[in-house]
Every structure is written in C-alpha cells, then in structure tokens.
C-alpha cells in the first residue's frame, strides 16, 4: 500500500488489490473475500477503510455482502466466443450482468469507399449508421467501431 502524499486513497488501493485479485481469478465466483479483520491485519489498515473498500466492490458488482455470512464474488469473467455469434445482449444475461445503452445515435450518411465495399453497395447509396455504447456493470464493454 502507498501511503505517500498524491497516492490514492488507500480503500481504493485495497479495492483495485481486491479487483485484480478477482479478474485474475484469485477468487472465482462463489469464493468468500477474506474478512474486515483479515484484511486490516495483513494490510495494516482501519476497519473504516477496509468497509469503504467492500463497500465499493459490492457496488460496482464484483462482491456481494451477507450480513453474518461474510461478503462472497458475484463477478464472472466474460470470455469471448468463438464458436458462433451472440448479441451483447445475450452474453450479458448469461452471465447475470445487468446491460444498459447509454448513448445510441442513428443517422442516415453516405457510405464512403470502405463502408460501400463492405455493404456491397454503390457509393451513392446511402446507409444508416448506428454508434451506441453498451454498460455492464456501469462500464463500457463495446463502444462504436469505425469501418
């Protein structure tokens, strides 16, 4: 932990510790998160610092807290697949992750020379154009492309 003047706050050091943690693996799915006291021992850390860190990690989806439980991972790693094409949509509500759009913008433009050729359409034909960008978990997870 980097307790210098300038660095992060130290719950948002323990939660970005705690996240990689989780992303890599470390703990999977299911897996109970070592407890407030566990964490302020090995981190050297207060019991308010080491809540606002959980605090933080239940919000954003990673854990979930269970009073007289402990507090366990919801966040499921996202693999891509190749075997055959799935909407965003759809991979999302496999993995019990909320989705939302928060920007859709549709315009009627002419095609340009690369968008013609891959639409196989003249270029005076004019096509829609559609950039929107998908959330989970209250982050972008697909953005516009640009052929």
């Known amino acids: 932990m980097d307790r210098n003047p300038g660095a992060p706050p130290l719950y948002a050091q323990l939660e970005q510790i705690l996240k990689q943690q989780i992303e890599c693996g470390t703990y999977k799915k299911g897996d109970f998160l070592p407890t407030e006291k566990e964490l302020m021992e090995?981190?050297?850390?207060?019991?308010?610092?080491?809540?606002?860190?959980?605090?933080?990690?239940?919000?954003?989806?990673?854990?979930?807290?269970?009073?007289?439980?402990?507090?366990?991972?919801?966040?499921?790693?996202?693999?891509?697949?190749?075997?055959?094409?799935?909407?965003?949509?759809?991979?999302?509500?496999?993995?019990?992750?909320?989705?939302q759009t928060t920007y859709c913008k549709m315009e009627l433009i002419s095609p340009g020379e690369t968008v013609a050729r891959s639409l196989q359409i003249p270029l005076t034909e004019p096509c829609y154009c559609l950039k929107r960008v998908r959330n989970a978990v209250g982050n972008p997870w697909s953005i516009p492309l640009r052929i």
């Open 42 to 99: 090995k981190y050297e850390l207060s019991r308010v610092t080491v809540r606002q860190a959980m605090t933080n990690l239940v919000q954003s989806g990673y854990a979930r807290a269970r009073r007289g439980i402990g507090t366990d991972v919801v966040y499921e790693k996202v693999e891509e697949q190749m075997e055959g094409v799935i909407s965003f949509t759809e991979e999302m509500k496999k993995h019990h992750i909320e989705m």
